[in-house]
């Protein structure tokens, strides 16, 4: 079946320092790679996506590229800000099964000044 | 344009008691998909609406249930509660559920703590 495995947290890092969060996937059709990030006592939202091999989604400094022969979509920002703190959820959604979307079990970071 | 809104956020029950959580999706969204959300699962699938009818369901118990109405608003239903159904029940809307790619939004969920 369909899963998502993504770099075990939790991660610390000192403000401006570079963050890169991995992650990989099996699927039984053809994906599409989600990003989400949630923040503390809220709902999950949108990141980034690629629907297509080598798609790179990109927002607010965040990227990630989809590589299907490496079944990854390794997430990554250059300057990490303390407002970056937060969970970040690699998911994909395959095709034919409507929006039934599988979690990464998350990645916890704090950013400190 | 307003988000995705989920009654109750909070609320405690006692075990054997059973639950509803309702769900207004995002506005002209149809599809609607709950998730469970634990510290030791995770997130997991428990199913999708669209157009009044279940499209796809996860892997529990028939204690979980859920339906969507003509407005596209849902609800979903836990009878006989389990300390385990202790959760964050986060509801989802999307415009469309046949194409691949969608996007899915999230509410801000639902802490249900059973005792």
């Known amino acids: 079946g369909d899963s998502v495995t993504q770099m075990e947290g939790p991660v610390t890092l000192s403000e401006e320092a570079f963050l890169t969060i991995n992650c990989t996937y099996t699927?039984?059709?053809?994906?599409?790679l989600f990003w989400y990030v949630q923040y503390p006592g809220e709902g999950l939202q949108l990141l980034l996506k690629?629907?297509?091999?080598?798609d790179k989604g990109s927002n607010k400094g965040f990227e990630a590229t989809y590589r299907k022969e490496t079944t990854s979509f390794h997430f990554d920002k250059g300057s990490v800000q303390v407002s970056d703190s937060a969970v970040y959820f690699c998911?994909?959604?395959?095709?034919?099964?409507?929006?039934?979307?599988?979690f990464g079990t998350g990645t916890s970071l704090t950013v400190i000044p | 344009k307003a988000g995705v809104t989920q009654t109750p956020r909070y609320l405690i029950k006692t075990r054997g008691q059973q639950v509803t959580l309702s769900c207004s999706p995002i506005?002209?969204?149809?599809?609607v998909s709950w998730y469970q959300q634990t510290p030791g699962q995770g997130l997991q699938f428990l199913f999708e609406?669209?157009?009044?009818?279940?499209?796809n369901k996860g892997n529990f118990p028939g204690r979980f249930s859920g339906r969507q109405f003509s407005n596209s608003r849902s609800e979903m239903n836990v009878s006989t509660l389990e300390l385990g159904d202790s959760a964050l029940y986060l509801c989802?809307?999307?415009?469309?559920?046949?194409?691949?790619?969608?996007?899915?939004?999230f509410g801000e969920g639902s802490w249900l703590t059973v005792v």
């Open positions: 690629a629907t297509k091999a080598d």
């Open positions: 998911a994909l959604s395959d095709a034919g099964t409507g929006n039934q979307f599988y």
């Open positions: 609406y669209f157009s009044e009818t279940q499209r």
């Open positions: 506005s002209g969204h149809r599809s």
């Open positions: 699927a039984t059709g053809y994906p599409s």
């Open positions: 989802a809307s999307s415009l469309d559920f046949s194409t691949s790619g969608n996007t899915i939004y």
